[in-house]
């Protein structure tokens, strides 16, 4: 009895989590145009938003931010974590606690700031400042992911590569970036997904020369909204879902064959 | 150790100057700066004045006599007073989303981190994968649920209760909250609890403890950090969300960050009033967070008192 209230107090929350989720995929292929009238099956708004060239350019103005901004997210980011690292404490903490202000603060003030930035400047409002933006809040979270491999690392094996007759750069290339690759790694697919998923920043930052996905979602919400929005989500969800399958699946799958080679090892 | 990579953080520092420091600055100044007239002798026009010189120019072509000069002024920040009621009405309703979160996801973080590892990372992934989608997407089809016709009513309709009017309610914006920042509370829960080891819980047990004095003595006081996280992650972003409300209140239910939008992006174009707000909003912000560090901190002491 306690197992199965337990389950079906899980049940319940995951429920909660995916109705929603299943009210768009459902009415993605609903021929009604009302949200809450079944009028058949159709693939119609798949077809109707392949052809929806504002959709479209959004998602290709999402992707070319998030990319561009995550490449120099993770330069900046990658550098300034192995600049911090050698620091001394007390600056050290002083430019990390700066450093999480744009994670800390409200999404909102951080946006709003950026915009007063961008206006004081007079600069036009388009791909560059949505660029400079995004980097501003993803560098913090590379820093956040090499750091801790850098503690992690071994601090001879540097000296042991100097000594060995490296320079400064092959020590790096060499040593040390194999070394913290990981977390480079994992800094950029975070500042991947946090630059795609962004609504509030984006707001505050783009031109109507340049719309991310969340923007064109956000003025489809406020008129009329079309069925598209549904088909378009279905879509998002089915591809989420094949990534995050795919990344466990390997995942799953890479720590196999570490296990068995440890064995050797040992 | 190695003082010449200090320098690789160079360019990054000058990036969090200009980014992060000089548009912090500048939401200060803005808060307490206004553009006001002064006219051809640098005297400063009071309303009257200003309008008097408009509208003797009114019927040439001249240009009116008049420039605006950016001025030191407290009126933004005492302005902001007329808008606490918004601000608490958040906090409130924050408040309220963020107790429900904790009361939801506090058991089903425990239930999550006594599982099998396997199943531990599947429902983790779970729990993460409506977060992936776009968060205006998951808010929207909660429309179509709450609707009047909306599907809930429809179910109600079944059984012969209803239509109840939900959406366009404050209790709406609580269930988008809900809804979006409810896997920020249950993962750091759960991140603190798998650290908690069977055995710990299995020796209270042995030691004569029931399973409320286990769960008030030992799981609680241990999970406090992920508490605290959970709580701070929730609170900040629902205080400050103004899609939420937009879209689930109607329009009718404003909250702070929807005001600090019209200031900016809206009908109410004052970037000096929104400064104002938005360095409220900070201040308001840094003390509630203070207070959930207390949480924590309150931790540390009754381990000393263990001690």
Known sequence: MKKFAKNFYIFLVFLFLYAPIGVLIVNSFNASKSRSVWGGFTFDWYSKLLHDETILKSLVTTLVVALVASVISTLLGTAAAIGIFNMKKNMRSLILNISYLPIINPEIVTGVSLMLLFVSFKMDFGYITLILAHISFCVPYVILNVLPKLRQMDKHLIEAALDLGCNRWQAFTKVTLPEIMPGVITGFLMSVTYSVDDFVISYFTHGSKAQTLSITIYSMTRRKVSPKVNALSTLIFVAVLTILIIVNVADAKRNSPKKYKKGVKA | ?307
């Open chain 2, 1 to 307: 150790m190695n003082r010449k990579s200090r320098w690789a953080a160079g360019p990054y520092i000058l990036w969090m100057i200009i980014f992060v420091i000089v548009p912090l600055v500048l939401i200060g100044v803005f808060a307490f700066t206004t553009d006001a007239p002064f006219d051809e002798n640098s005297k400063r026009l009071t309303q009257e004045e200003l309008a008097a010189i408009e509208e003797e120019y009114a019927e040439t072509d001249e240009e009116l006599p008049v420039t605006y000069k950016t001025v030191f002024t407290w009126d933004n920040i005492l302005s902001v007073s007329q808008y606490l009621p918004v601000l608490f009405n958040s906090a409130w309703l924050a408040l309220i989303a963020t107790a429900i979160c904790l009361i939801i996801g506090y058991p089903l973080a425990y239930f999550m981190s006594r599982f099998r590892a396997s199943s531990q990372r599947l429902v983790q992934m779970l729990i993460m994968l409506p977060m992936w989608m776009n968060f205006l997407l998951r808010t929207y089809a909660w429309m179509t649920l709450l609707e009047k016709n909306g599907w809930i009513n429809r179910i109600f309709g079944l059984i012969g209760v209803g239509p109840f009017e939900m959406i366009n309610t404050q209790g709406a914006v609580v269930l988008g909250m809900v809804y979006n920042y409810l896997p920020f509370m249950i993962l750091p829960l759960y991140s603190v609890m798998t650290k908690i080891e069977n055995h710990t819980i299995e020796a209270a047990q042995d030691l004569g403890a029931g399973s409320i004095r286990v769960f008030t003595k030992v799981v609680i006081p241990l999970s406090m950090p992920g508490i605290a996280s959970g709580i701070t992650m929730v609170f900040v972003p629902a205080v400050s969300t103004f899609i939420i409300s937009r879209m689930l209140g109607g329009g009718t239910n404003m909250l702070i960050g929807d005001l600090i939008d019209l200031q900016f992006l809206g009908n109410a174009y004052n970037p000096n009033l929104g400064a104002a707000i938005s360095l409220v909003l900070m201040v308001f912000i840094l003390l509630c967070m203070s207070i959930t560090n207390q949480l924590d901190n309150g931790d540390e002491e009754m381990e000393g008192k263990m001690l």
